[in-house]
């Protein structure tokens, strides 16, 4: 049976956005939503469609090592710039092993 993480994450991706396979999908939080979040990323994975989280620093390495155990830990930088896009004020880029 469904959680009721899992029955909302659907409610959103299913039914009040209609996520479809190919989409680019912004999931814009904070780390207060994270359960919601990780249920949410995983339907829009299996919709077939491309999640892109945009979370403060620490709550994406919390995040991370979360949804991954210690898979999920990493190292991480920072690099200042005058300017990012959609009006970010860092960016976090990842590079992943899919075993």
């Known amino acids: 049976m469904a959680s009721r993480l899992e029955r909302l994450a659907g409610v959103l991706v299913d039914y009040s956005t209609r996520i479809r396979k190919g989409d680019l999908v912004c999931i814009d939080t904070g780390p207060a939503a994270r359960p919601l979040v990780?249920?949410?990323?995983?339907?829009?994975?299996?919709?077939?469609?491309?999640?892109?989280l945009r979370l403060d620093v620490d709550?994406?390495?919390?995040?991370l090592v979360e949804a991954f155990g210690d898979?999920?830990?990493?190292?991480?930088?920072?690099?200042?710039?005058?300017?990012?896009?959609?009006?970010?004020?860092?960016?976090i880029e990842g590079v992943f092993e899919i075993r």
């Open 71 to 91: 898979a999920g830990r990493h190292a991480r930088s920072a690099v200042g710039m005058q300017q990012l896009h959609y009006g970010m004020a860092i960016e």
């Open 59 to 63: 709550g994406a390495s919390d995040l």
């Open 38 to 52: 990780q249920e949410v990323w995983k339907r829009v994975l299996d919709a077939g469609a491309h999640p892109h």
